[in-house]
């Protein structure tokens, strides 16, 4: 068991610092997605209460500390110069040359007015991402980065 630790361990340091690299790199930043962290928890706990984990696992801490510095890092999404930089496990980023269109939803608030942008690339996946700001913002943003033009729908909630 401690082998498979071992192994886990190396293969999630060596993607927290991929996942951390690329959110340092973020040049429009979105709103931190909670959800992430709060399934890895979740998972967590019920590892523990169905006895799945076992507390006295040699490197079970260091596991358990990266899955959730893991799952912060994962929370953070945005624009990069290169990327845009997604939540998820599996996928992290997506190039810009696969974007073909991006839905942008103005969310007005009193407080801070929000923007809920729906990525869709060439093969049919769609990637949300949440910003705080005005539709300029990220309009802006995906135009500075893309390298073609991309079709931008703009709708609002009232």
């Known amino acids: 068991m401690q082998n498979f630790y071992m192994v886990i361990n190396a293969i999630l340091f060596a993607y927290a610092c991929y996942s951390w690299y690329w959110q340092a790199k973020l040049d429009l930043r979105g709103k931190f997605r909670l959800s992430v962290l709060i399934w890895t928890l979740i998972i967590i706990w019920l590892g523990f209460s169905w006895n799945y984990i076992e507390s006295g696992d040699p490197g079970i801490n260091f596991f358990l500390a990266l899955i959730?510095?893991?799952?912060?890092?994962?929370?953070?999404?945005?624009?990069?110069?290169?990327?845009?930089?997604?939540?998820?496990?599996?996928?992290?980023?997506?190039?810009?040359?696969?974007?073909?269109?991006?839905?942008?939803?103005?969310?007005?608030?009193?407080?801070?007015?929000?923007?809920?942008?729906?990525?869709?690339?060439?093969?049919?996946?769609?990637?949300?991402?949440?910003?705080?700001?005005?539709?300029?913002?990220?309009?802006?943003?995906?135009?500075?980065?893309?390298?073609?033009?991309?079709?931008?729908?703009?709708?609002?909630?009232?």
């Not at 949440?130 to 802006?140: A, D, K, L, N, Y």
């Open 68 to 158: 959730i510095f893991v799952s912060i890092i994962d929370g953070f999404t945005g624009l990069a110069p290169k990327w845009a930089v997604v939540s998820g496990y599996f996928k992290r980023t997506v190039k810009y040359s696969e974007i073909d269109g991006a839905l942008l939803i103005n969310v007005p608030s009193p407080k801070s007015p929000s923007v809920i942008c729906i990525l869709k690339t060439n093969n049919g996946r769609q990637y949300y991402l949440r910003f705080r700001g005005e539709v300029s913002q990220v309009i802006g943003a995906l135009k500075r980065h893309t390298d073609h033009n991309i079709k931008i729908e703009i709708n609002s909630i009232i």
